[in-house]
């Protein structure tokens, strides 16, 4: 059986993506990069799925509006294949794309995320995070996860955590992981949480003596990456620094942070990065940042049921180092998030129930 997933490039839906087919070991992958003649196109071709996606379309016509918007070079090859069982993909910008395909093929449509404005009742299966939920209360048609998809787990980590510490030349103290991410509309990092980080990493390493690895993303500003890596990158406790815009003789520096860790730290703005550390096995702070708006965005309320169910632990800047060693010291069970197993189970269910009809 063969599954074509669409690909817009994007690391966060790629990784969703990735998470879920590598898992569905009995079908053959094939990934489509995806790209349009421009924006217009994309948010046209939107509302006519939106408008005549649920009905009967000739496959000329479906084959004239995909090389309408479509790079020529992305089109032909799309035309090309044949014997498709599932069309997947990540995020708004495919989904249309998607419902257009899953009719040339006669396959099976499947989305990760609720894509705007279609929806996701005209797709076979919906991969729906919490905060999506309300969105699939009469629909038939959705795998409730908590979190989003992704491609952590801890088997992995833990069989590559070895080699990674000998790279590094690592000795046996505890490792504290630190994930920086940046900002959206509602949450930052300022450059003052970032002193206030910095005092907290060096009080804690003195009390209890642990090694911390950090990397900031391309979303960091700026300001902040420059401390971090002014403070840091001279620390004899701190053997690995990564800033992504830099080049680095570590070839996935993301990967070794999540195996060597005992704590990962992670900034509550990207809900993606918070649901791989949660899958990886290990303890988990999602430390919230400095807010834009008077009420908390919507991840928090899935933040907090991650917490409720001890798989997170939820702390800000002024007790974090409070919480860093409370953890430390407690070493609680961990309730590891499953999302990923549980949006293979759903797709294997779909193809099992297709192929008994």
């Not at 209360?137 to 980590?157: A, D, Q, R, W, Y």
């Not at 970032?194 to 090694?211: A, G, P, R, W």
């Amino acid at each position: 059986m063969k599954i074509v997933v669409l690909s817009d490039n994007k690391p966060g839906h790629y990784k969703q993506s990735l998470g879920i087919v590598q898992h569905l070991t009995d079908y053959s992958i094939e990934w489509q990069n995806i790209r349009f003649r421009n924006k217009w196109r994309d948010n046209l071709i939107r509302i006519f799925i939106c408008i005549f996606g649920g009905i009967s379309l000739p496959t000329p016509l479906i084959k004239s509006i995909l090389q309408w918007c479509l790079h020529s070079t992305d089109y032909k090859s799309l035309i090309i294949k044949n014997n498709v069982d599932i069309v997947l993909s990540t995020g708004s910008s495919l989904a249309a794309i998607n419902l257009l395909l899953g009719k040339i093929y006669l396959a099976k449509t499947i989305t990760c995320r609720r894509p705007s404005p279609i929806g996701i009742r005209k797709f076979d299966l919906a991969i729906l995070p919490m905060f999506s939920w309300h969105h699939g209360k009469k629909n038939k048609n959705v795998c409730k996860t908590i979190g989003v998809p992704n491609s952590i787990s801890p088997e992995v980590l833990n069989e590559k955590r070895y080699d990674y510490a000998k790279d590094l030349k690592l000795d046996d103290r505890k490792c504290i992981g630190i994930l920086i991410g940046g900002q959206d509309k509602s949450e930052k990092i300022t450059l003052d949480d970032t002193i206030k980080l910095y005092e907290t990493i060096e009080s804690v390493v003195k009390q209890q003596n642990v090694l911390i690895l950090l990397t900031t993303s391309r979303r960091t500003p700026p300001e902040v990456t420059d401390y971090l890596k002014l403070k840091l990158e001279a620390k004899d406790w701190c053997p690995l620094f990564i800033d992504p815009n830099t080049p680095s003789n570590i070839p996935d520096h993301y990967e070794t942070i999540l195996a060597l860790s005992d704590l990962l730290i992670v900034t509550g703005d990207s809900f993606s990065m918070v649901c791989e550390a949660a899958s990886s096995g290990r303890q988990v702070l999602v430390l919230e940042m400095t807010l834009k708006t008077i009420r908390k965005p919507t991840r928090y309320k899935v933040y907090q049921s991650m917490a409720d169910q001890s798989t997170i632990n939820l702390c800000n800047i002024n007790d974090l180092s409070q919480q860093i060693n409370l953890v430390l010291t407690l070493d609680n069970p961990i309730n590891i998030l499953h999302d990923t197993a549980d949006a293979v189970k759903a797709i294997q269910k779909l193809m099992v129930s297709s192929s008994n009809n």
